[in-house]
T-cell receptor, first 109, second 112 residues
């Protein structure tokens, strides 16, 4: 079957760095997406990786290793507004997104 | 440019009732999707469409129907609502199957 695993919840301190991991087993791979979802709101796009390596976008970076079925999202200089759920999704061989359950990130002052 | 819009925002249904969740996008996207999101679980694909007149089942289509008569609109029909359909429903769209999906604000549905 297809499976996406990510931690259920993480806690970090304002101003610090946090890494959210995602491991996947899917039938085919056409890219990995990270979305941010604030409570009661829609998911919004953060990053996309299809080749191995690191993609940097401001305070957020995303890393992919296809051989290990592994990705992480790195958030730097954490702000209170970063408190949200972070969703990992893999595009499978049919280009359908398989979603993880999300990681709830709690930022403490 | 409103992006993806959904109505209603919230609805309570009685068991056995029917309703249509509306979704519209103004980005001229060919691909549109319906997902449901339940607590502690990833988004699940209900139905998707690759263009006007073309729809296909996703992972969890039972109890739902869709139509796509125009590029802009992709309504989701619930027939004979059941408590198991209590969920948050998101509509999304993308230009192609490889591109980023953009989500509407969601419809929270409670079936009692």
């Amino acid at each position: 079957g297809q499976n996406i695993d990510q931690p259920t919840e993480m806690t970090a301190t304002e101003g610090a760095i946090v890494q959210i991991n995602c491991t996947y087993q899917t039938s085919g791979f056409n890219g990995l997406f990270w979305y941010q979802q604030h409570a009661g709101e829609a998911p919004t796009f953060l990053s996309y990786n299809v080749l191995d390596g690191l993609e940097e976008k401001g305070r957020f970076s995303s890393f992919l290793s296809r051989s290990k079925g592994y990705s992480y999202l790195l958030l730097k200089e954490l702000q209170m507004k970063d408190s949200a759920s972070y969703l990992c999704a893999v595009s499978d061989s049919n280009y359908q997104l398989i979603w993880g359950a999300g990681t709830k990130l709690i930022i403490k002052p | 440019n409103a992006g993806v819009t959904q109505t209603p925002k919230f609805r309570i249904l009685k068991i056995g009732q029917s309703m249509t969740l509306q979704c519209a996008q103004d980005m001229n996207h060919n691909y549109m999707y319906w997902y449901r999101q339940d607590p502690g679980m990833g988004l699940k694909l209900i139905y998707y469409s690759v263009g006007a007149g073309i729809t296909d089942k996703g992972e969890v289509p039972n109890g739902y129907n869709v139509s796509r008569s125009t590029t802009e609109d992709f309504p989701l029909r619930l027939e004979l609502a059941a408590p198991s359909q209590t969920s948050v429903y998101f509509c999304a769209s993308s230009g192609t199957e490889q591109e980023t999906q953009y989500f509407g604000p969601g419809t929270r549905l409670l079936v009692l």
